[in-house]
Structure formats: structure tokens, C-alpha cells
């Protein structure tokens, strides 16, 4: 089949073809069934008349009796078919028959059937060793065969029919929605025509395909969209960049050269473009020094050219450095270029590309940043004592007050204790009241006080790192609560805890802090359960954790927990100053690290902070 035969006209061979196949084996097989089946079909027809006679005729055949071998055969004269029939004795001699018997040398023939013309003769031996001859005309079998003929005929011409109609059908279903989407492929080849569509009714698999080629349209339109539109945005940016943005082949032929690099050199993109190397613009002192750099870089000689600019950007290396950049009108910038390799799709390399960017503000700028550092570093060097000075005061300042604050406290609380012991029998309920509610106001000030001092105390006290063991520093820690865990159903989960750098004083203040919230706000519960256990270590920082199931915070006011005097509990459910989480934060910022926690209103409080990880197992670790 022609390679360049059309679809349809392959598909009107390949049917035609198969219906002259059809035809042809139809025509061979009924020659074939003539041919093979006439001598059969003959013998079926004759046999029961010679069984007839071979049955009526032993008598006569055994007494040679003439006349009743003739009334047998004339019993055959019924059927009009039956021309000839003759009996011959062994020694050859006619005992009866009718047609024409007289042929003694047609006696002669074998037994079996003879065909010849429209005519079929059969040999038969009869007893006694005498023969029947019978001749009979196959005009019914040649009708047969004529109804045959017939069939056959009426058979191709259905045949015919059906494969016009099959044309006729495959023309409409496959033929010409293929050839449509044929020419609307060769229009998207030829043409890039990607709005071509194709109809697409029904549920074959031509329709599918036809589906399918119209929704590859739409997604080749949609990207080819998205490509123009990409096209048309990168040279936007590439147009509006700050940096020059130039690129070559790989053997240094320019192949674009966008605004600022037209800006910065002073060159258009029509001088440039397709004519120049970037070694145009290079002073020839810095390539040569460059290509001696390089050369003793790699160990093999540079050429002082284009080589100069991509032998490391080839080999995959960073290559970025400033260079000296000699405008068209000849005055030169420093220029900071950045050189990549270009690969296709494919990744394929295809050239180079450069960023270069104008350092003269950027120098200008440096230059004034440093004559300026040099005075705010000597500015800064003044605040920071100044505000040293100002913290130490501050720290004095709170001691001293704090210090102050105790003396008159404990007289007010003395002379209320005395007023109590010596007029308190005098006096009535409600003054009774109000001497208990001063001691009791008197003795949270001196609660406060001390919290204060303490407070301040841990940013005036020098730290002694040392290796601290976390696990027994907790377990000195629990032992000194257990006043305030006394009756109550508490659930103790100590996990493996890390040792680490850190004030062993200090860092007990932390942990009793944190332990005592955890029991103060875990009261209300039934059964309390406190874990203290620690996170994997990160950045050598051993991050450690307090998690209780008590009333929790909102974390909406998180920010304010590790302030001074910031409390998120009233005081009449739970006793405090509000210091606590304050020296805990300050503690662990002086040790290098931070505090935080997480919680949820009802659900619990989980507070963690980090620590450097000891690095060895003994020694008093200073530093």
C-alpha cells in the first residue's frame, strides 16, 4: 500500500480489497465444491435405483429370464432423469435394457461412475456375475448448482452493499473527523495556529481523540500565553534592571546587551550586539593580570582575553570580582561583575551571561560610611558607658530603696503585732479587720522586697559558669517544695536531664521558680502532674522544660509574663509579686540563652529555656 495513500482512500482499499478476497475465495470454494461434489452428489442420486435393481433382479439374472429383468428395469422409466439402463450377463451377452444398450463397447467400462457432458453413467456388478448399467442426466444437479450460483450472486451483492455502507459510515465517523484533524494539525505545524478546534460528538475513541487534540489546543494556548507573557515580563525586567545584563556564545560574540548596560557603558544594543566582545570595554592591564592570576590558579597558561572573563564560570566555580569598565567616551567606573554559564532546556551550554553593576555611589557611600563609623564608633563607645553607668545606678539604686524599705515595714508590722496583743481584746471586729488586713499587706511589701533584692541581685552578681548536673540540681529543688507539696496528689515525671554550663546558684532560682508555679497553679487539680525533661540538642543549646496540667494563660498576654510586677492571675486565686518569671528571664539572658512558654486558658503551661551544653565532665568550667 502506497505510504502516501490518503486514510481514506487506504480504508476504501483495505475494504474493497477484503471484498474481492471475499468474492474470489467465494468463487474458488464453489468451483471447488462443483468439481469435487458433482461425482457424489451424482452417486447419491443413482445408487437407490441400482440397490432397486440389484434387489429385483437376482432371480431373473440366475434363470435369465429376460423378461423379468426388463419389467425391473422399465420401473426405472419413471424418473424422466434415467435415459439408459441395461443388465449384461458374465459372458457379455444383453439380458434387457432400454435407451440405447446396443453399444457393446461401452460394456466395457469399469465399475464405479463415468461422467461426460451433462451425463453420468454408473457400473454396478449385480450376482451371478452379471453388471447394470444406468445413465442418467444431472440437469437437478446442474439446478443446484445454479441456486448456488444464485446465493453467491445475491451474497455479493449484499456484500457490495455492505461495504458501500461501511464506507459510507467510516467516511462519517473516522474518515472525515480524521481528515479534519488532520489538516488542523498541519495548520498548527505549518502555521503555529494554535486556536484550531475540532468537533468532537460522541463517545469513540475518534471523538476522544478529537476531545483530546482540542483540549492540547487549549493547553498549548494557555501555556503559549503564559509564555508570552513570561517573554514579555523577563525582558521588562531584563530592560528595567538595575544591573547591566549582557551575555555572549560561548566564544565571546555579544548576544544581548540590555538598557542599563547601554546606560552604563554608553554603547547602544545595534553597536554592540552580534559585533563586539566584552573585552570592548576592559582595560588590558587588569585582563593580563587577571590571566596571570588565573594561570597560577589552574596551573596551565590563560589566554589575556575573553578566557580571562569565563575560565572559572566553565569549571563551575563562583566567579564575581570588580573590574574597571572603560565608557564609550572613554572615563572608566568600577563595575562589579558576576559571571554565570547559559545552558538550554536541555542543559545544553550555550553561552555566558554577566550582571554588571556601577559601584560609584556604592564607593562614594562606603567611603562615607566609614568616615562615619569612625565617629559613631566613638559615640557608641560613650553611650555604652554612659548607659553601664546609668545601669549600675539603677541597680544601686533599686538595692538601696529596696534595702531602705525593710526597716519601716518590719516597725509597722512589729507596732501592729503589739497593738494586736495589747488592744486587740478592746477592740471590735471590724478594727480587728483592719490591723489583720495591714500585717497581711505589710508582710506581702516585704515579700516584694525581697523579690526585688533578688531581682536585682541577679543582674549585679558576677556569673560562674561551671558544668551544673540538671538532674540532681531538680531533685534538691523538689526536696526543698515539699512544704508546699504537702497533701496534695502530685505526679513527678523527671526525664533524663542534661548537664550544662551555667551558675549552679543562679540556676537553682530558675528551677525553684518554675517548679513552685507549676505546684501554685496546678492547686485546683485533683491529681497535679508536673514533668521536667528536656528537647534534643540543637546548636549545642540543651533546651530544657517545666510542663504542668494547671490553669494556663491566654497567650494573647504571653508577651507580658517575663516582665516586672505583670501578672495574669488575680491575687485572690493566686498568691505572687509578679517577679519571679522576670528574674528567670534575666537569669538565662545572662547566661547566653532565652525563656519562653506555651499554654492554653485550662489546659496546662509548659515553660522552656535554653543553655550551653557542657562540653567536658569536670573542672569548675569558667570562662
Known sequence: MPSKMSIRHKL???LWGSALAAYAIAGVALAVFQNLTLERRARQAMEPYAQFVFVGTDAAVAFEDPVRAKEILDSLRANPLITDAAIVLEDGRLLAGFGDPSDAALFNKPDGIHLQGGMAELWQPLTHGARLRLAMKLEQLGDETHRILWFFGAGAFVLTAITLGQLAVLKKTIITPMTTLAAAAESVRTRADYDQQVPAAGDD????????????MAAIRARDRELRE????QQTLVDSAAYGIISSDPEGNVTSFNRAAEQLLGYGAEEIVGRQSPTLWHDPQEVAQRARQLSEEFGEPIDPGFSVFTTRAGRGLPEEREWTFIRKDGTRVPVLLSISVLNDENGKFTGFVGL???????KQAEEEIRNLNKGLEQR???RTSQLEAANRELEAFAYSVSHDLRAPLRHVDGFIELLQKHAGPTLNEECRH????????AQKMGQLIDDLLAFSRTGRQQISFRPVDLGKLVRLVIHDLELDAAGRDIHWSIGDLPRVEADDAMLRIVMSNLISNALKFTRSRSQARIEIGSLPVKNDLSTIFVRDNGVGF?????DKLFGVFQRLHRSDEFEGTGIGLATVRRIITRHGGRAWAESRLDNGATFYFELPRTTNGGGDGRR
Open 434 to 441: 483592719y490591723m489583720a488586713n495591714i500585717s497581711d499587706s
Open 205 to 216: 475513541e475518534v471523538a476522544q481523540l478529537g476531545r483530546s487534540f482540542n483540549a492540547m
Open 554 to 558: 491566654d497567650m494573647a498576654y504571653g
Open 356 to 362: 554588571a553593576y556601577d559601584r560609584t555611589e556604592r
Open 380 to 382: 557608641v563607645a560613650e
Open 12 to 14: 476504501a482499499f483495505i
Open 230 to 233: 513570561l517573554a514579555l515580563f
